[in-house]
């Protein structure tokens, strides 16, 4: 088969009641088009994988883990197993309707996207566990991030196969992929899609999900804002935290030479621990800009990305 054009990333975890209504649906969507399935078994506990084989067709490729790993390690697994040109993510519980794939594969080919993400026009879930916890996620990512997206828990997306396979996905970032996509370079836009019920199985996601995400929001505004130059965020901050200790020491000092007893005081214990915490910042930045360097420096890494170079009228395909 040559290389298909798109490759279609399908994450599972205990869905055996779902495979053959999912594979099915998809294969339908996608006939007359070269594609290629593949779906990302997460350690389920169920028939899954026994679903997967019986009704899988010569197109699919099924990636069984060992143990369950979560979601992002999943779609990563997947993305690294993808041969296509562009690459499709999709959940597979039914939610996800992969009839609204070419659309958005046409989108993105015709105006020249790098990412089509979907966007749940008429979510189908539950209002207070699910709707409105997710709507203050997107909110705070969104005005964080300064990537303007309305639905970032939406996993129905296309990308260009260059974009997903750059993205380095970790941990459980899978939410904040139109961020790490952002940070390649890509165009993105955002589409209406639509949303079924669950019918079969249960979720995977709670309300205990979103301290989770809080603390991941933190982690990438430090890679959006300071990953390359991390003694701006921690050398900022301790010169501003020894100032103020500076000042406070000042001002004892020049009670004590006024002959006042600043022993015991409240101040004089915070002064000395905001100098100690600034040492401590400037400190912590110069360690990490060393680490930062040997990371980029070790692997022979480049801090930037060319997207394509000419010489005259010919492009030549960029070493990076």
């Keep these: 088969m040559n290389k298909p054009l798109l ?37 389920s506990t169920d028939r899954t994988v026994a679903e997967v084989k019986k009704y899988a067709n010569t197109r699919t490729k099924l990636v069984i883990f060992n143990r369950n ?37 046409q989108k993105a080919i015709d105006e020249e996207w790098d990412v089509v993400a979907g966007r749940r026009a008429n979510r189908k879930d539950g209002f207070v566990l699910r709707k409105i916890p997710s709507k203050i996620a997107n909110w705070i990512i969104r005005n964080s991030t300064n990537v303007h997206l309305k639905d970032y828990g939406c996993t129905l997306r296309v990308y260009k196969a260059e974009i997903a396979q750059k993205m380095g996905l970790y941990g459980e970032l899978h939410r904040f992929i139109p961020v790490l996509a952002k940070q390649e370079g890509a165009k993105m836009t955002e589409v209406d899609v639509k949303h079924h019920p669950r019918i079969h199985g249960t979720s995977k996601y709670g309300l205990s999900r979103t301290f989770k995400v809080m603390a991941d929001l933190i982690l990438m505004l430090f890679f959006q804002k300071y990953f390359q130059r991390p003694i701006h965020l921690f050398g900022g901050l301790g010169l501003l935290t020894f100032l103020l200790g500076g000042i406070i020491n000042l001002y004892l000092l020049v ?18 621990m905001l100098i100690l915490g600034g040492i401590q910042l400037i400190t912590t930045g110069i360690i990490a800009e060393i680490i930062v360097r040997t990371y980029f420096e070790s692997q022979d890494k480049k801090t930037y990305r060319i997207k394509a170079l000419y010489t005259g009228e010919q492009e030549v395909q960029p070493s990076n």
Excluded at 13 to 32: C, F, M, R, V, W
């Design 69 to 105: 790993y979560g979601q992002t390690t999943a779609l990563a697994a997947g993305i690294d197993q993808a041969s296509g040109e562009y690459i499709a993510t999709m959940d597979g519980d039914l939610q996800n309707d992969p009839t609204d794939l070419p659309g958005m594969l």
């Design 255 to 272: 009670l004590k030479i006024l002959g006042e007893d600043i022993w015991g005081r409240p101040i004089l214990i915070l002064g000395f």
């Design 7 to 43: 490759s279609v990333v399908i994450t599972v975890y205990n869905e055996e009641d779902n495979i053959q209504p999912l594979l099915q649906a998809t294969y339908a969507a996608l006939s007359g088009m070269n594609y290629e399935v593949i779906l990302v078994e997460d350690g």
